[in-house]
């Protein structure tokens, strides 16, 4: 039942901006973390941000921190993620994911590409 939808990638230069959109739907979320991964082919996902849905608190891999900004419209049942000074780095596939309060992320957007030119 639940269900999450990403949108918003695409081609964008270095040192632009890209805001990425996850679309939940299916359930309450109370307490979840909505976050962000991103995987490169052969490279292992890794986490990017996250983002209580409850309490507001979040979280940011060190690659990301002071570029990317996570958040939240609770009453659109959406997660965002700015990403801003984009490097030739953060390109990858994009996944919203949730994990329910104490678990893992078990719950997987189909994942959205950026692609950041030099």
């Known amino acids: 039942q639940v269900q999450l939808v990403e949108s918003g990638g695409g081609l964008v230069q270095a040192g632009g901006s890209l805001r990425l959109s996850c679309a939940a739907a299916g359930r309450t979320f109370n307490n979840w973390l909505l976050g962000w991964f991103r995987q490169t082919p052969g490279k292992e996902r890794e986490f990017v941000s996250a983002?209580?849905?409850?309490?507001?608190?979040?979280y940011y891999a060190d690659s990301v921190k002071g570029r990317f900004t996570i958040s939240r419209d609770n009453a659109k049942n959406t997660v965002y993620l700015q990403m801003n000074s984009l490097k030739s780095e953060d390109t990858a596939v994009y996944y919203c994911a949730g994990a329910v309060p104490n678990g893992g992320y078990n719950y997987w957007g189909q994942g959205t590409q950026v692609t950041v030119s030099s």
């Open positions: 983002i209580n849905w409850s309490t507001g608190s979040t």
